[in-house]
């Protein structure tokens, strides 16, 4: 057996989900010391992110900084709509995902949320780039499901059996759309822009759209220098350095791979809090932290 040719770039993707797996615990830090709620932790997300990123990008390319790479057919309408689209579905995919927690708990949202994505990714994909769902694919995607949903099942279900709860699934679903179609404009522009040029214009236009619905919500802007410090955590590596490193390595990473392979961040999260919370994995997790490992040693490693 040996690793596939992709590897860096794969990599790469369980990288970024290793990051991303870390937002939970900077978040609860943040809610731990102050009275916050979560768009306005989205919007600082977000806007905490983008000053860096147009530096590195005047730094790394400049005055070709909003250029395509040399030698590609300048498609500005086009490529204009997809990073639009890009922030846009960034926004509506954290919105959505703040808008399901209060309606299902935190348990069920994650699991809507996070399963759906990687289908939808897989469909679209299907649809869209014509990428062939082989069966090391299905049997990987089905398994980093199936150990996702036992990793959340693990905690005891939050939602309530009232009509918010319809209201919430449906939040949940249009977080996972949200996630998925974002990964699909990143890969359409993975091949013409350095990874900096999409992320760096699409996270100002989602913290713009954002910026309206937090303050409508009430924007936090008291926080300690823990607090600051956290969001500013949140802002540069797991929002910022995570997406330039998915940005790169789509250009060699099918997109359904991808989503799976980013369900990592899941057991991420429940390792980290067992290191820094205490918080140890019961019978349920084990097993989910087991088909979750398997299923990414589907796609890592082939014969």
Not at 144 to 167: H, K, R, S, Y
Not at 215 to 235: D, K, M, R, S
Not at 252 to 272: D, Q, Y
């Amino acid at each position: 057996m040996k690793l596939q040719t992709t590897s860096w770039g794969t990599f790469m993707v369980l990288g970024c989900a290793v990051l991303w797996g870390t937002v939970g615990v900077a978040t609860r830090g943040i809610y731990s010391v102050s009275s916050t709620d979560p768009l306005s932790i989205g919007f600082y997300r977000l806007a905490f992110s983008v000053p860096v990123l147009a530096l590195l990008t005047f730094r790394t390319l400049g005055s070709k900084s909003w250029q395509p790479r040399a030698g590609v057919a300048p498609r500005a309408g086009r490529d204009l709509a997809l990073v639009a689209g890009l922030g846009a579905m960034m926004a509506i995919y954290q919105a959505c995902y703040f808008a399901a927690i209060p309606r299902l708990g935190v348990t069920i949202a994650v699991i809507v949320t996070i399963c759906s994505a990687p289908i939808m990714v897989a469909v679209l994909s299907a649809i869209l780039f014509k990428e062939k769902l082989t069966p090391r694919i299905v049997i990987a995607l089905l398994a980093a499901i199936a150990g996702t949903t036992l990793l959340a099942l693990q905690e005891p279900v939050e939602a309530q059996a009232d009509g918010e709860t319809f209201a919430g699934l449906l939040y949940a679903l249009g977080s996972g759309l949200g996630y998925a179609i974002l990964t699909l404009f990143s890969r359409a522009l993975a091949d013409r822009y350095h990874p900096l040029q999409p992320i760096t214009l699409g996270f100002a236009i989602g913290a713009a759209l954002l910026l309206p619905i937090a303050l409508a919500g009430g924007l936090t802007l008291n926080y300690p220098a823990e607090g600051w410090a956290l969001l500013v955590y949140l802002g540069l590596v797991p929002t910022a350095l995570a997406y330039w490193l998915f940005l790169h390595a789509l250009r060699t990473v099918p997109p359904t791979i991808a989503s799976i392979l980013t369900l990592l961040e899941p057991l991420t999260s429940a390792i980290l809090a067992a290191l820094i919370f205490q918080e140890s994995l019961r019978p349920l997790g084990w097993a989910g932290a087991a088909l979750l490992l398997g299923a990414l040693l589907v796609l890592l490693i082939r014969r």
